[in-house]
């Protein structure tokens, strides 16, 4: 026999959470890509544009309620620098979701432009050994 179990107010509640925070980390990820492509390393300063941006996301507003967006709001008291100088967590993992979202899609990028200097180099090491006739 099979039973289904109706979704209660709490299921449904963590449902609509983890709907806007794979909206936000979209939007964010959008933002950050923009940056980038233009190679502008990730400060603090930016880090807080970005932050401000993906908030005031129109889209973003009228797809959740307004407890959902409050959510994602970083704490007044949660004090960030806002420098030019590179953004630096150290170990700390305790961060605002759109920060975390921004420092993910920065990483990302940087670990794919790693993966495709090595590509280049060894096909460049490839074609110098075929060159004397391997």
Known sequence: M?????????D??????????RDLEQIVRSIT???????V??????LHAIEAEALADLGFASRHD????????R???LAYPETDET???????????????????????????E?????TRRKAAVKRSRAWGG
């Not at 390393?41 to 930016?46: G, Y």
Request: proline share 5%; no cysteine.
């Open 2 to 10: 099979h039973t289904s179990r109706i979704p209660n107010e709490q």
């Open 12 to 21: 449904l509640a963590a449902l609509r959470f983890q709907a806007a925070a």
């Open 33 to 39: 890509h923009r940056y980038i492509a233009q190679q």
């Open 41 to 46: 390393p990730l400060s603090w300063r930016l």
């Open 66 to 73: 307004a407890l959902m967006l409050g959510l994602f709001q």
């Open 75 to 77: 704490p007044g008291d």
């Open 87 to 113: 953004v630096d967590f150290g170990q700390s993992n305790a961060l605002p979701a759109v920060f975390a979202f921004a420092v993910s899609a920065y990483e990302y990028a940087a670990r794919s432009a």
């Open 115 to 119: 993966e495709a200097q090595r590509d």
